[in-house]
Nanobody, 123 residues
Framework: QVQLVESGGGLVQAGGSLSLSCITS????????MGWFRQAPGKEREFVTT????????YYADSVKGRFTISRDNAKNTVYLRMNSLKPEDTAVYYC????????????????WGQGTQVTVSS
């Protein structure tokens, strides 16, 4: 079956950095666009960033543009999220998600989801 497993979350001070990974199995990773979303307590899940199936296109939420970088390694079936200059408002559970071919910022357009990893940024 399809599995997406995030890792790399943790506690970091404001201004610090974290790198998340999402390892996938059970799907043809190289034809899937991948996205990162996040959900803070009491809030809806929101778009963070997405990358096309070949890595040629990336899109970011305005709130993370210039601070976060998404990348992928199709040989390792893995997508990454590098987060720099973290802010307390970045605190959330971060989820990776997969959909065929084309990137999207819409939660409902993704077919597969990981279980999430907690990122906490202290002030």
């Amino acid at each position: 079956q399809v599995q997406l497993v995030e890792s790399g979350g943790g506690l970091v001070q404001a201004g610090g950095s974290l790198s998340l990974s999402c390892i996938t199995s059970g799907l043809s990773f190289s034809i899937y666009a991948m996205g990162w979303f996040r959900q803070a307590p009491g809030k809806e899940r929101e778009f963070v960033t997405t990358i096309s199936w070949n890595g040629g296109s990336t899109y970011y939420a305005d709130s993370v543009k210039g601070r976060f970088t998404i990348s992928r390694d199709n040989a390792k079936n893995t997508v990454y999220l590098r987060m720099n200059s973290l802010k307390p408002e970045d605190t959330a559970v971060y989820y990776c998600a997969a959909r065929e071919y084309y990137p999207s910022s819409e939660v409902y357009e993704y077919n597969y989801w990981g279980q999430g990893t907690q990122v906490t940024v202290s002030s």
